[in-house]
């Protein structure tokens, strides 16, 4: 079953798109398909605060992921380390815990903490009930 994640984080030293793409960290194009065989949509907005520190911005990022929540975290991290050290760099309450991969339990925790959804707890509607891992085993030539 998919659940929701919303990942309200502050990015340091930009703002608007620049803030987004450091937050998401720079994705290599030859990358894509080689990460954790799971559902994974993610999109970023800019969400400036009022109470947001000179130099710093909002930023949203969500997603959407079909395993368990501390399992999707750690297999992210694990297929990509430099895009979360990277992006680690940038945002607000990370730096100590690089390298990510290293720090894994504090990581997953600084996510839960700062997910809107508290680890997907809030309702979410999925209109099929099959994992990425389900769907691929129908068409697979095996």
Known sequence: MAQGLSLLIQVVGMDGAEAV???????????????????????AVPVPQQ?????????????????DFS???????????????????????????IPVEDNLPAFIEFVRDHDLT???TLPFTQAYPYTVVQIQNCFSDS
């Open 21 to 43: 793409a450091a937050a998401m960290g720079p994705l290599d194009p030859g990358d894509v398909g080689t990460g954790p065989n799971i559902l994974h949509y993610v999109w």
């Open 51 to 67: 109470n947001d520190p000179p130099g710093t911005t909002s930023v949203l990022l969500t997603t959407v992921y079909d395993e």
């Open 71 to 97: 399992s999707y975290i750690r297999d992210l991290v694990l297929a990509n380390p430099p895009l979360f050290n990277q992006a680690a760099e940038v945002i607000v309450g990370l730096k100590d815990l």
């Open 118 to 120: 508290q680890g997907g």
